[in-house]
């Protein structure tokens, strides 16, 4: 869009609907991975590793904005 000289406001609009997409596709492995490789853990040790693991994941999703 960019090398086509589209309008910035059309090119904004995408790029955000890209990331609007990525994010969901990220919430998505999120929600996977606490279900089956938290969740589905038997030891608590490897649950807590596990949840820390999880939890930063989150934290750098959250302080890419």
């Not at 995408?14 to 990220?26: R, S, T, W, Y």
């Amino acid at each position: 869009m960019v090398d086509e000289e589209r309008y910035c406001i059309e090119v904004l609009t995408q790029i955000g609907a890209v990331q609007a997409a990525l994010d969901k596709v990220a919430l998505g492995l999120l929600d996977d991975h606490a279900h089956h490789c938290v969740m589905g853990v038997d030891s608590p040790e490897t649950r807590d590793e596990k949840t820390e693991e999880l939890m930063a994941a989150v934290g750098r999703l959250m302080r890419r904005g």
